[in-house]
């Protein structure tokens, strides 16, 4: 191999819009604005006593959605369009059924 990457036919087709800094940077940046979120909602709290956890890790769905985004919010292609709206219902359904079954169980 002459230091090619092999890529699959699925990143040619859809391929995303992140500079070279890839998804750990869109990761940094998600994470800096839920901190930043977090502690200008603290300090509306007003409350001396804030316990600030740290921000959730940004789940695979939502960085592969925004990294195949344009800054206006459309999407690259259709097709990444079509794939974002089934992982979207996908997941919403995974979150009803482990909400019905903690309420059962």
């Given at each position: 191999m002459c230091g090619k990457r092999h890529r699959s036919s699925r990143s040619k087709t859809l391929p995303h819009v992140l500079s070279h800094g890839g998804y750990e940077y869109l990761e940094q940046k998600l994470m800096a604005e839920n901190t930043k979120k977090k502690l200008k909602?603290?300090?509306?709290?007003?409350?001396?006593?804030?316990?600030?956890?740290?921000?959730?890790?940004?789940r695979?769905?939502?960085?592969?959605?925004?990294?195949?985004a344009k800054k206006t919010g459309q999407m690259t292609f259709e097709a990444a369009k079509e794939i974002a709206e089934k992982i979207v219902s996908h997941f919403q359904l995974i979150i009803v059924i482990i909400y019905f079954y903690s309420l059962i169980g």
């Open positions: 909602e603290a300090a509306q709290s007003k409350s001396t006593e804030v316990v600030m956890d740290p921000p959730s890790p940004i695979r769905h939502v960085k592969w959605k925004m990294a195949r």
